[in-house]
């Protein structure tokens, strides 16, 4: 099951500076939102905000109608960096974050050996962080975040510092893994073809403080260009109508 999110007005400042100013904006049950926009816009601001990370300067922010006012365990976080418990196995990260979505316990072992097996750890179980690769970590943070089925899933650039091959199969690895465990997404990127890849729509933020550039649904079945080809240029163009962010090609990578 997952869960409607309804953004109206919202106001985000650092500093009496207003970063976000204004957003109305509706996820809807199911749906995978993906946010980008020039660096520094506020994308990570509106997502810990949608997290209940952070108050609110002005406007609303709910899930299912119900205000938004601290973080809760149907809201998962998944960030780039490298959030695990360095001194748990791959085993208890999972488990932990089971116990942290209320998974009855006669269940959490058997569901924590099936999310290894799903992102492709088997025989890693007792491995700590540590003794991963960076992807294989990343898999790892993927299936916390995941598991326990959360209603909502925030995440802020949780691919960015993996190389090229490991990203791709991370975001085919997310999408099988969303298509069994239904969630609504939100995904923080500067990677415009990942956020074609993975959105349902992509928002495009203006700079900070500026409205929204353009809202862009991106076609199904899911797949990659020629069919995209189309989404890919609208946010490519929303990207750089102010000349504020990197270009197309060093996106890419
Ligand atoms: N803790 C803070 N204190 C003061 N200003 C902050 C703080 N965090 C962010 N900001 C400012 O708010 C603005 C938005 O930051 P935010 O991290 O949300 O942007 P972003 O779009 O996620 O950036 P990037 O793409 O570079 O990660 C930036 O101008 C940043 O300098």
């Known amino acids: 099951m997952s869960t409607t999110i309804d953004i109206s007005d919202l106001i985000l400042k650092h500093r009496d500076r207003a970063v976000v100013d204004g957003l109305s904006l509706t996820i809807a049950s199911g749906e995978i939102l993906v946010v980008t926009g020039p660096s520094g816009c506020g994308k990570s601001t509106l997502l810990r905000a949608v997290a209940g ?29 490298d959030a695990l418990h360095p001194w748990r196995t791959v085993r208890k990260n999972i488990l932990l974050a089971l116990q942290l979505r209320g998974v009855p316990r006669a269940r959490r072992s058997a569901e924590a050996d099936r999310w290894i097996a799903e992102i492709g750890l088997d025989g890693f179980g007792d491995h700590l962080p540590r003794e991963l690769s960076g992807g294989m970590r990343q898999r790892v943070q993927l299936a916390r975040g995941l598991a326990g089925a959360p209603r909502v899933v925030l995440m802020d650039e949780p691919f960015g510092a993996l190389d090229a091959q490991t990203r791709a199969s991370m ?42 550039r353009r809202v862009v649904d991106v076609p199904r079945p ?32």
């Open 171 to 212: 975001q085919q690895l997310l999408i099988r893994t969303l298509h069994a465990h239904p969630a609504t997404v939100v995904f923080v990127t500067h990677d415009v073809d990942e956020a074609v890849l993975l959105g349902d729509r992509v928002v495009v933020l203006g700079a900070a403080g500026e409205p929204v």
């Open 53 to 81: 990370l952070r108050p609110l300067d002005g406007g609303t922010v709910t899930a299912d109608g119900a205000a938004i006012v601290g973080t809760s365990r149907d809201r998962a976080m998944v960030f780039q960096d």
């Open 222 to 253: 899911r797949q990659a260009s020629p069919a995209n080809d189309g989404a890919r240029a609208a946010v490519i163009e929303a990207l750089t109508a102010h000349n504020t962010l990197s270009t197309p090609q060093e996106t890419n990578r």
